[in-house]
């Protein structure tokens, strides 16, 4: 058996308390933010420098083990579900930074840095790293490479890629290779970009060369209450025709106040039906200009209640309700669902409806936040696992959403990847024929599917059919052997 | 939309039947896209555009200049300035060079607001990368791939890029300080702080060109503040002037289109870490100074150091260029004037290419070449 001799060789390579295989020690392992799914891994490696995760992979290559690269297991589309039978490599313990020249706003960290310590770290010099996830306090910048994350401020400033300037990377056979440089610019094809958010499928990053910006000098939140939905939604339309350009434009429905205020008090208006969170950031003198016009965007938008956060600790209190709902829905229901696709801005209000529409028709609750600025949903689908058929009732209910996003000339996925959840998804988006390229690359890069096997693209053995339903690995139930 | 699949499809059977391509639209980059045997400047025209999303579809010969003026007339703006618009650029030699202004410093580059594409590989495939949304996370990111490929990896159809509300009033402040090493010194400690530069550029020895942009009535203070800041970070202003309106639109034009470069000279791309020009202006000083007669490389600093522009003189050899390259661990890019190679040294991750390259343009018809090459 491959993984034997994987494990024999693994033996000479790691202590017995960094190469874990009993059960008890595989189970955390087993299920990343996408709790719905569970898969045991053969074992488990923590390695502590870049030369063992290439060794690593290089016997995974030579054993033809398939694996799976870890952070800090926040995916939310099942990125870090194990493989069975496959090795996870655990990459917290490469947590250093490497370098960080202030002078020349870049840091190089590991990959199991935490994407809150590299703004940290940068603080003192007035600097920051601009991917703010909401998991930002616990995800890893390797996962946020893997998946090209995103936050609530992408409209202005991107996604993980666009504040990427380099990486060192392993290739699935163990060849290491250097992509892009130190600057904002570069000579040849952009393989940073290409690299980033391939979900794994591409090797491991060891190193990254990140950009730094400048702390934005001021800022101004502010909240719009409406009696509906639909009216917090035309008002984005209003604050873009205004010609304003917000660092983040956000929408939380009632549900998902409720499910904030239940866990932080956030102090969302109660009678709100619809709430909309502006943020406009610049310099001082900037922002004092934009607000009249955003005031005057947001009075006629027919918000019956406007609230500007008066200082940071009002500020820090609206952002702590946003940013903890996807945890707080977890007050409303024992189980949930995350979808994050994407619909042109204009057709927010279109989409919102049909959703509502669907989670009557299925009899399933759905609390709705979204970073309306770049028309990425985040519709949460509250379920219990525990009754049967709920989860598969969830399951398309949440297919349903990811093919009318693509109906309305969307996206599958803003920020979460594919992972596992959405694989059926992705020849709907791209057609057959794109979907048939993106596998040919994949195996050029990693010939024998190794490496983080089974997410984003079908297995090469398997029939896509565009009307299946996502199969997921394992049905959530207790693991073999607990 | 009929009209354009017909022209991929026609697009697909040249490919199919050439044995080496090259395309070319505008021929604004000559370096690039010398001995082009397919000819794209009629692939042209705006596909969508919808103000209201941020986004715009277009064919990838559309010249820059005709999508500019469009966004114009809607209050919008393409953040990463393309160069050599008056000189014929398109997008799709936007894109395949990788080339963005000086106005790239505020939002970033050609990588940064490019959404969507559609390709015609070496191999003739048709292919879509991206989508037509600011946000998509679905699949690899061709489209990012896409940027400064030299048309390595197929030909581009369409493209999509994200595009942002213009700014209502833009103004320059244009200093010169007592030394390079002073210039340099208040270069960068503007770009670290939150001033919120449009554009920050350096023409050695001394001069700096800073501009804002924004809303206009935030513009007078903000560039008051401006002053102030700089008057603080430097001792030793030498000169010091504010342009405006058309002197602000025409110092920028002459920056994007390159007239500073002089006849007889060569313009060439090289991408830079801040940390490191002090050691390139240093090189280029003493090279100066040690030819016979007396000669300059014009040159200018862009994105507060991020990338150098030269104007390589064609009386010095491609060798003595490549050889200042490779002795400071920089890679360039020729965008006029006759090279060898229009890639100066060899940039990261070649290993990695190979392997993309063997998918998207199996029989290498798509390779780079000098101009004899053909």
């Excluded at chain 1, 995974?60 to 579900?81: D, I, K, M, N, W």
């Amino acid at each position: 058996m491959a993984i034997t001799q994987l494990l024999e060789a693994l033996v000479d390579l790691y202590p017995e308390a960094r190469l874990l295989r009993r059960p008890a020690q595989l189970l955390p392992f087993a299920s990343d933010g996408l709790t719905a799914f569970r898969v045991k891994p053969a074992a488990v490696v923590l390695p502590e420098d870049q030369q063992e995760v290439i060794d690593t992979v290089r016997l995974c290559h030579q054993y033809q083990v398939p694996f799976v690269a870890r952070g800090s297991g926040t995916s939310l589309s099942g990125g870090s579900l194990p493989i069975e039978g496959g090795l996870v490599i655990a990459l917290n313990r490469l947590n250093r930074v490497l370098d960080f020249d202030p002078d020349a706003r870049v840091m190089v960290v590991e990959p199991g840095v935490i994407n809150h310590q590299v703004s940290r770290t940068a603080a003192p010099h007035g600097l920051h790293y601009a991917p703010d996830p909401s998991s930002g306090p616990v995800c890893t910048i390797g996962g946020n490479l893997a998946f090209n994350s995103g936050g609530a401020h992408c409209l202005k400033h991107g996604m993980t890629a666009n504040h990427v300037l380099g990486l060192k990377v392993v290739l699935p056979d163990g060849e290491v290779v250097t992509l892009g440089s130190d600057s904002l610019e570069a000579v040849g094809p952009d393989l940073v970009g290409m690299f980033i958010g391939s979900e794994g499928l591409f090797g491991i990053a060891l190193e990254a060369t990140l950009r730094l910006l400048p702390k934005v000098e001021s800022t101004c939140t502010l909240l719009a209450a409406y009696h509906s939905l639909a009216a917090a939604g035309q008002a984005v339309a209003a604050v873009i025709a205004a010609g304003l350009l917000p660092g983040a434009l956000e929408i939380m429905d009632r549900l998902a106040m409720d499910a904030a205020e239940a866990a932080v008090a956030a102090g969302y208006p109660v009678e709100a039906q619809g709430l909309l969170i502006v943020e406009l950031e610049g310099t001082h003198q900037e922002v004092m200009a934009e607000f009249p016009r955003l005031r005057r965007a947001i009075d006629t938008s027919g918000a019956y209640q406007v609230r500007v956060a008066e200082n940071e600790e009002e500020r820090a209190r609206i952002w702590k309700g946003r940013k903890g709902a996807f945890s707080a829905v977890g007050r409303l229901s024992p189980d949930y669902l995350v979808q994050d696709g994407v619909v042109p801005r204009s057709r927010l209000g279109e989409a919102l409806a049909e959703i509502k529409k669907l989670s009557e028709r299925y009899r399933l609750g759905i609390a709705n936040v979204f970073h309306a600025g770049d028309g990425n949903l985040h519709p949460l689908i509250l379920f219990d696992g525990r009754r049967p058929g709920e989860l598969e009732k969830a399951e398309e209910l949440a297919g349903e959403i990811l093919r009318l996003c693509i109906r309305l000339g969307g996206s599958i996925t803003g920020e979460h990847g594919v992972g596992v959840e959405k694989r059926a998804y992705l020849p709907e988006q791209y057609g057959q024929a794109d979907l048939d390229f993106m596998m040919r690359l994949r195996r050029a890069v990693d010939p024998r599917h190794i490496a983080n096997r089974g997410k984003m693209l079908p297995l090469p053995q398997e029939q896509v059919s565009p009307a299946a339903p996502s199969q997921p690995p394992e049905p959530a139930t207790a693991l073999p052997g607990e | 939309m009929e009209a354009a699949l017909a022209r991929a499809d026609a697009i697909r059977e040249v490919v199919i039947s050439k044995a080496r391509l090259r395309p070319t639209a505008g021929g604004s980059k000559p370096a690039l896209s010398g001995w082009g045997n397919l000819v794209l400047d009629d692939l042209s025209g705006v596909l969508e555009y919808r103000p209201e999303e941020f986004t715009i579809t277009v064919l990838a010969g559309t010249p820059v200049a005709e999508v500019t003026a469009l966004l114009a007339e809607n209050g919008q703006y393409l953040p990463c300035d393309p160069p050599l618009a008056a000189a014929g650029a398109t997008l799709g030699g936007t894109v395949a060079s990788g080339l963005s202004g000086p106005g790239r410093y505020r939002y970033g580059g050609v990588r940064d607001f490019l959404l969507g594409v559609r390709l015609v590989t070496g191999g003739g495939e048709l292919v879509t990368g991206g989508g037509k949304v600011v946000k998509n996370a679905a699949g690899f990111d061709i489209p990012k791939l896409m940027v400064g490929s030299l048309g390595r990896l197929g030909v581009l159809l369409e493209l999509t890029f994200k595009v942002f509300p213009r700014p209502e009033r833009l103004a320059t402040l244009h200093l010169e300080l007592a030394s390079f090493q002073e210039a340099n010194a208040v270069m960068q400690s503007l770009a670290g702080s939150s001033l919120d530069l449009a554009c920050l550029d350096l023409t050695p020895p001394t001069d700096l060109w800073l501009r804002l942009g924004g809303l206009a009535d935030a513009l007078p203070q903000r560039l008051a503040r401006l002053e102030e800041e700089v008057g603080r970070a430097s001792s030793s202003t030498v000169g010091f002037s504010v342009l405006e309106g058309d002197a602000d639109a025409v110092s920028w034009r002459q920056a994007r289109e390159f007239d500073w470069v002089p006849e007889g000279h060569s313009l060439v791309k090289l991408p830079l870490n801040p940390a490191r020009l002090t050691r390139l202006e240093r090189k280029l000083e003493a090279l100066e100074t040690s030819l016979e007669h007396v000669q300059r490389i014009p040159r200018r600093y862009s994105v507060a150091g991020n990338v150098a522009w030269l104007a390589w003189p064609e009386a010095l050899s491609e060798k003595a260029l490549r050889s200042l390259l490779a002795d400071l661990g920089l890679t360039g890019l020729a965008i006029t004037g006759r090279w060898s190679h229009p890639q100066l040294g060899r940039p990261a991750g070649e290993a990695f290419l190979t392997r993309l390259l063997s998918v998207f343009d199996p029989e290498g018809k798509l390779s780079l070449g000098g101009q004899d090459a053909a």
